[in-house]
């Protein structure tokens, strides 16, 4: 049984096997192994505006087979209203930037050619990782966990809700997440990261799982373009919509994180986009006593650099 000690207003996460995640970054931001996308891994690391070993990385998410996904440039930038910047506006008007809408479907390589690939890169690297993986089946779960049980991870993050999957009802959906995360507690060796979206039935599958104590974080997804922007149609409409993240999704993430801290103890992994936000979610940990960390996705895409800078302005609490 895990001790929970709180860490009132620390950026800070211990998790069972003795681990500490404080600052993450969201699956998707820095690719398959840690060192990012190619003007992450040759431009702005060679330069040090951006340094990998800051942070806790979370993987880009694996699915057991290889998905070709819904091909390139399923990123698009928006407008506060939903409405596609230019490519001119994202380049010279970044302040226009209120987040983004992507459909990249999880394309990946499959955890087989992964598992032959990442782990040894991963071990050479140094970099503290999580493992982020998606099954729509039971037993792929099962087989991935066993797979990443060889992997050298910090934890293991289960991709519940990727919004640019066909999805179940929501009452199936539900009890599907709920069981699958049961059977990953079960298979894997590695600290469960559960990740969902504002709509999933989040309050629901975080208090029945916290009955278990099995899950030792809560991460946030992307949030569907029709519920952000109800009757707007989405760019990729043709290909079920997609996710937007960002600013456009703060009020979602802090509804979400507010109503698990109300009614559960489970640390929450919390996605920020300015500084702003940063002083919202330490105000929020510390009058409800909870313990959080901080992850970078989509701010990746608009500021690369920001988040190594905030992190060397600011230093780590450990
Ligand atoms: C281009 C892109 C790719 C993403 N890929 C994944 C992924 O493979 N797995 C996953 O769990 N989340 C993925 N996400 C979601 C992010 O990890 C994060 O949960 C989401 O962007 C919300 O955080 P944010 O508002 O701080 O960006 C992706 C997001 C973007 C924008």
Redesign the pocket.
Known sequence: MRRRVHHRGVILILLSNGRIIDYVT????LAFDGSGWPHTRYLLGPLKFHDSSLFTVTL??LTREPRRGNGYTK?LPLNQHGAVLSFWDFLFSPNKIAG?V?S?G?KNPGIDRATGKYPRMIKKSGLKVIG?LYADDLNDLVYMANKFNDWPLVALEL?AS?PNIPQRSREENSAFIIESARILAESSNHPLIL?LSFDDDYLFIAKTLAKDNFIEAIS???IKYSTVFPGLDSPFSHIGGGGV??KL?RDYYYIMAKNIMNETDISLIL???SEECIENWLLLSTINDHDISL?F???F?RWPWWPTAFIKRNGKDL
């Open positions: 969201a699956s998707g931001a880009k998410t990123v983004f992507n990249v999880l982020s991709n990727c990740k946030m997804n992307s993240s960002g999704s996605p920020v986009w992850s996705g989509s701010v895409i």
